[in-house]
């Protein structure tokens, strides 16, 4: 039986479909993002490093997951349609910045001990910059601006 591990990190963001017309350099219709999956060599380890270490907080696990018939395993995560993955945890993660342009912003930097080097970014409620910018990266509450 192939075995594969997964934890879900979340980085508070959203998802949606968007209703403006998508363009050939972008993916169609992403607007923004609700949670990333990892593929790692041990979930128990991983989900110790991202609470005990980075400070994220534990949501939920669940699992086995696998599919049989189909072949969803290789159609959505790219491994043999018979593998299994033993448990997906999810996790939350991020670090309020409170004051300056970047306020309501929420930044983790990490290099995990796999290997792992990432950064997760989210700002749900905006950011300060935003009160009289008159450009916006990207808003959580407006996605189509």
Not at 18 to 46: F, Q, Y
Not at 89 to 103: L, Y
Request: proline share 8%; with cysteine.
């Amino acid at each position: 039986m192939i075995q594969h591990r997964f934890l879900l990190a979340f980085a508070a963001l959203a998802l949606g479909v968007s209703p403006m017309p998508v363009s050939a350099d972008s993916i169609p219709g992403l607007r923004g993002h609700d949670h990333t999956g990892i593929t790692v060599p041990d979930v128990k380890a991983a989900t110790a490093f991202f609470t005990d270490v980075i400070g994220c907080s534990h949501a939920m696990s669940f699992g086995p997951f696998s599919d049989d018939k189909g072949t969803f395993m290789q159609d959505v995560v790219n491994v043999n349609p018979r593998a299994v993955i033993d448990e997906i945890s999810m996790v939350r993660c991020g670090f309020p910045i409170k004051e300056g342009p970047a306020a309501g912003q929420s930044i983790l930097y990490f290099f995990a001990p796999w290997g792992l080097q990432m950064e997760l970014i989210s700002y749900p409620k905006g950011m300060a910059y935003e009160k009289d910018a008159k450009s916006l990266l990207w808003m959580t509450t407006d996605p189509v601006k």
